[in-house]
């Protein structure tokens, strides 16, 4: 018994060990940065702008690995899935908190099969009207709904767009008919023909076009005003708030992830998010650094799988 202990003890000690040389010899080879949606989303602008500052500072590759497909559950259940070794890392969006009410079964915990390691970035969404419609501000939009008339476009069922204009539909006390579209393309494309009326996009995508009147933009998400549009109103403003509708981006690992490795990545991004060209090229799609501390991050996106839980399903939505 007295042997069986102390071999246990061996075997602990070597543990630690081993992970304390992995963790002070880390990284020492190439990292592969899973994005799980598809090239040019503000998921792969993060990530390959943080990429290559992370090679200057490691002197090891980091390939950005696109794996999109169910609303982004191959890529975060190949995650979930790789050696927790630091090697196999992801940048998400809050639309990870989506999924767990929209499909029955998930291969994988949103909470429990990842450490996070940092936030990256957060963005706004804007709620915008095609001119035609006569809506120019929140008064005019409740007028023209009283009419009956009013549709609008998203990417899918239960995309963030679909679900944002569902909370603001039922805040502001209005209503309008869903038109679901296979994508952002043909969703906008429809939107600046007029053949809907409104639509939630990111406030990079619609400010081009409401400067232009192509659009009229009547608010963004979000407490305080947005730095690419600060002469929009915000919900807030207009008195509705916690409306929970900003985007926010992370980076996250497998679960078991061993501490040291861990907090070389929360202070390595601190440091790459601070740079002025990565916040310039951030601030060009829209987005804002945000180096979120792990914790405070977890403990946000656990709060709104639940939100999103209860709000899917008390409003009955579907995945396409």
């Known amino acids: 018994m007295i042997h069986f202990i102390s071999r246990l003890g061996l075997v602990a000690v070597a543990f630690a060990v081993s992970t ?114 006569g809506i120019r501000d929140p008064k005019d939009l409740i007028a023209v709904a009283k009419l009956g008339k009013l549709n609008y476009s998203s990417p899918g069922n239960g995309t963030p767009q679909h679900l944002a204009m569902e909370v603001i539909k039922r805040r502001m006390g209005f209503d309008a008919l869903h038109v679901p579209y296979k994508g952002a393309a043909q969703a906008l494309t429809d939107l600046l023909g007029g053949q809907v009326q409104l639509a939630v996009l990111p406030v990079h995508t619609a400010l081009p076009h409401a400067r232009s009147g192509k659009l009229n933009a009547i608010a963004v998400s979000g407490e305080r005003r947005s730095v690419l549009a600060p002469d929009l109103p915000t919900f807030a403003d207009l008195g509705l708030r916690n409306l929970g509708l900003d985007l926010y981006f992370w980076v996250a690992g497998p679960p078991g992830l061993p501490a040291d490795i861990a907090r070389k990545w929360t202070q390595e991004l601190a440091a790459v998010l601070q740079l002025q060209d990565v916040r310039d090229t951030f601030l060009r799609q829209g987005m804002v650094p945000n180096a979120v501390p792990p914790d405070e991050q977890t403990r946000e996106i656990a709060a709104d799988v639940a939100r999103w839980r209860a709000f899917v399903a008390e409003a009955g939505i579907k995945a396409d």
């Open 20 to 133: 304390a040389a992995m963790a002070q010899s880390y990284p020492s080879r190439p990292i592969t940065l899973v994005v799980p949606y598809t090239p040019g989303t503000g998921i792969d602008i993060i990530a390959r702008t943080v990429g290559p500052k992370l090679i200057e500072r490691w002197g090891q590759p980091v390939v950005v690995e696109n794996k999109p497909g169910a609303s982004g559950n191959i890529g975060a259940n190949a995650v979930a899935k790789a050696q927790p070794d630091g090697y196999t890392m992801m940048v998400t969006v809050n639309t990870f908190t989506i999924t767990p009410a929209l499909y029955a079964s998930l291969p994988y915990d949103p909470v429990k099969d990842f450490t996070v390691v940092s936030g990256a970035a957060t963005g706004n969404l804007a709620l915008v009207a095609h001119p035609s419609a």
